[in-house]
């Protein structure tokens, strides 16, 4: 069979074009097929490196939000008594999500970090766009975190640029909008004002976008009022997130329950 093959091909030019033409043709298409396949791995080892740069951007935006907004401190401090810079009593851990919903009451968030990277429960959770939840369950190299769409959860808030203090709850269904609670009737609020956090725990330093003001609704009780919130962040599109380390942590919890031994 291989003899007449060669036989018939040696004899014609054309039958060796068509030959040498059919051959390139299948050679093309497994070059294409495994140009491809490398391409695919390629590409996902990129995203990989280009999702470690984003996580990275993210906090070091988070950083520069804290030591502007104690610069500011400083500034306005006459004698200069804010000089050891307290911008440093947070920082970051950076944590590439595994999992997250949006579509039940109670959302949760799985990261791959853990507490072999210094992560603990009670920590807060953002990315760069604001609030997104708390760590509640920790492993060694992976947490669950209780995300902002959670309704047994709730974040103490503020309106910027006041001292008025409000509890930010989710409500379920729509996972852009969430409420916050207990603002005072006499406090005057806009649509397109800020929400932020407020700064009240070691869970999250103050000032941190939570969202913005889309209406004013009646609250349960007459002295209070209620506002609608659209999120800042949007919690169905997390790639990685960043855990607050607040290095006061410990003290403070010891000062807190200094009564209770």
Not at 97 to 109: A, L
Not at 237 to 245: A, E, T
Request: hydrophobic share 40%; aromatic share 8%; charged share 20%.
């Amino acid at each position: 069979m291989l003899l007449s093959c060669v036989l018939i091909f040696s004899n014609s030019l054309y039958r060796q074009s068509i030959y040498l033409t059919s051959a390139n043709s299948v050679s093309s298409t497994l070059n294409s097929g495994v140009g491809e396949v490398t391409g695919y791995f390629a590409l996902k080892s990129r995203n990989a490196s280009l999702e470690q740069r984003v996580a990275r951007l993210e906090a070091e935006v988070l950083n520069s939000r804290r030591q502007i907004a104690a610069y500011r401190t400083v500034l306005a401090d006459s004698l200069g008594t804010n000089a050891d810079m307290k911008s440093y009593r947070f920082d970051y851990i950076m944590a590439p999500v595994i999992t997250s919903s949006t579509h039940h009451k109670r959302n949760y968030i799985t990261v791959e970090k853990g507490m072999a990277d210094g992560v603990r429960p009670g920590m807060g959770v953002v990315d760069h766009n604001g609030l997104v939840g708390v760590v509640n369950v920790v492993g060694p190299h992976t947490a669950r975190i209780i995300s902002v769409l959670n309704d047994a959860q709730k974040f103490s808030v503020k309106l910027k640029g006041t001292d008025f203090v409000g509890t930010l709850v989710w409500k379920g269904n729509d996972p852009h909008v969430a409420y916050v609670e207990e603002i005072p009737r006499h406090v005057r609020c806009h649509l397109g004002d800020s929400i932020v956090t407020s700064g009240f725990s070691t869970s999250f330093p103050g000032g941190i976008p939570v969202g913005i003001v889309m209406a004013q609704v009646r609250g349960d009780d007459d002295n209070y009022f209620t506002l609608k919130v659209r999120l800042a962040s949007d919690l169905g599109n997390l790639r990685s997130v960043s855990i607050i380390r607040d290095v006061y942590a410990a003290e403070l919890d010891t000062l807190a329950n200094y009564d209770l031994k």
